[in-house]
C-alpha cells in the first residue's frame, strides 16, 4: 500500500488518520503541495487533477478522500471506525458529506488567509504564475491564482459564515453524545478534526472553550488517540495546522 500526502490535515490528514488507526502498514510519499509537487507528470500519472491524497492498493490508484476512507473500512475491517447502528451510520456519512461540500473549502479559505497568503506575496510573481500556468487542470489554476491574489472580505465572511453553523451543530451533538456520530469514535470525527483543528488558531473567536467547550474538549481527547498522534507525527513542519494549501472550490448555496 503506498500513499502520495502532504501534511498530516485537511484531505491528507483524514486518510493519514485512518491508516493509522487502522494499525495498516504505507509507504509514504510526501509531495510538497506548496511547491506544486502534486502536478509533476508523474504525479498526474496517477491523478489527473493534481490533488492529494492518493491511495495506491493493490494496483489501483484512488482519490477522494471521503471515498478512500470508506474503502479502508470495508477492505480492512478489524478496527472499525463506522457504527453497526444503520442509523449512526447515516449520521457518519451526513458529516462526511458536510466536510467535503461545505467545511473543507471555508476551513481552507479562512487557514490560506490566515497562514500562507502573506508568504506568497513576497515570492517571485512572475515565477509563481509559471508554476501556475503549468497546472494541467482549469479549476485548480483558478483556485491557486485567487488564493495567491487573497480572497476577498465577502468570500471570507461566507467561509466564517458556513464554519460558524459547524461548530453550532458539532456542539449539539458532541453534547448529546461525545462522540459526532453516536456513541463512538468514527469517520466523522476523523473527517472533522482534520479541518477545525484548524479553527482555534485561525478563528479563535469561533472556537474556544468560552463559546463551544464540547468542540475544544472533543478536540483534545481525538488528539490524544494514539492512532490521530502517530498521524500527525508524521508531518515535516513543526505543526500541520499551522500551514495551509488553497482546497477545493466552494459548494453554491441556494
Known amino acids: 500500500m503506498q500513499l502520495y500526502h502532504w501534511e498530516p490535515n485537511g484531505a491528507c490528514g483524514r486518510v493519514m488518520i485512518v491508516l493509522a488507526e487502522k494499525g495498516l502498514d504505507f509507504q509514504?510519499?510526501?509531495?510538497?503541495?506548496?511547491a506544486f509537487e502534486q502536478h509533476t507528470p508523474a504525479f498526474l500519472?496517477?491523478?489527473?487533477?493534481?490533488?492529494?491524497?492518493?491511495?495506491?492498493?493493490?494496483?489501483?490508484?484512488?482519490?477522494?478522500?471521503?471515498?478512500?476512507?470508506?474503502?479502508?473500512?470495508?477492505?480492512?475491517?478489524?478496527?472499525?471506525?463506522?457504527?453497526?447502528?444503520?442509523?449512526e451510520r447515516?449520521?457518519?456519512?451526513?458529516w462526511q458529506k458536510y466536510v467535503?461540500?461545505?467545511?473543507?473549502?471555508?476551513?481552507?479559505?479562512?487557514?490560506?488567509?490566515?497562514?500562507?497568503a502573506h508568504t506568497f506575496r513576497s515570492r517571485d510573481r512572475a515565477a509563481l504564475d509559471a508554476s501556475i500556468a503549468r497546472i494541467a487542470m482549469k479549476e485548480r489554476r483558478d483556485a491557486w491564482t485567487a488564493a495567491v491574489n487573497?480572497?476577498?472580505?465577502?468570500?471570507?465572511?461566507?467561509?466564517?459564515?458556513?464554519?460558524?453553523?459547524?461548530?453550532i451543530r458539532m456542539e449539539a451533538d458532541l453534547d448529546?453524545?461525545?462522540?459526532?456520530?453516536?456513541s463512538a469514535y468514527s469517520l466523522?470525527?476523523?473527517?472533522?478534526?482534520?479541518?477545525?483543528s484548524y479553527l482555534?488558531?485561525?478563528?479563535?473567536?469561533?472556537?474556544?472553550?468560552?463559546t463551544v467547550p464540547a468542540v475544544m474538549a472533543w478536540l483534545r481527547r481525538v488528539k490524544e488517540r494514539p492512532g490521530v498522534k502517530a498521524a500527525l507525527a508524521m508531518s515535516r513542519r513543526p505543526e500541520p495546522f499551522a500551514t495551509a494549501a488553497p482546497g477545493p472550490e466552494q459548494v453554491r448555496w441556494g
Open 200 to 210: 482555534p488558531r485561525v478563528a479563535p473567536d469561533l472556537v474556544n472553550d468560552k
Open 100 to 116: 467535503d461540500d461545505y467545511v473543507a473549502a471555508s476551513t481552507c479559505e479562512l487557514a490560506w488567509q490566515a497562514l500562507e
Open 150 to 167: 487573497g480572497y476577498g472580505e465577502e468570500q471570507l465572511r461566507r467561509a466564517r459564515e458556513r464554519l460558524s453553523e459547524t461548530i
Open 90 to 94: 447515516w449520521e457518519a456519512r451526513v
Open 28 to 34: 509514504s510519499h510526501y509531495l510538497d503541495v506548496l
Open 176 to 182: 448529546r453524545s461525545g462522540w459526532l456520530a453516536g
Open 45 to 87: 500519472a496517477l491523478n489527473e487533477s493534481g490533488e492529494v491524497p492518493v491511495l495506491v492498493d493493490a494496483g489501483t490508484a484512488m482519490n477522494e478522500s471521503s471515498y478512500i476512507c470508506e474503502y479502508l473500512e470495508e477492505a480492512y475491517p478489524d478496527v472499525a471506525l463506522m457504527p453497526r447502528d444503520p442509523r
Open 188 to 196: 466523522a470525527d476523523v473527517a472533522l478534526f482534520a479541518y477545525v
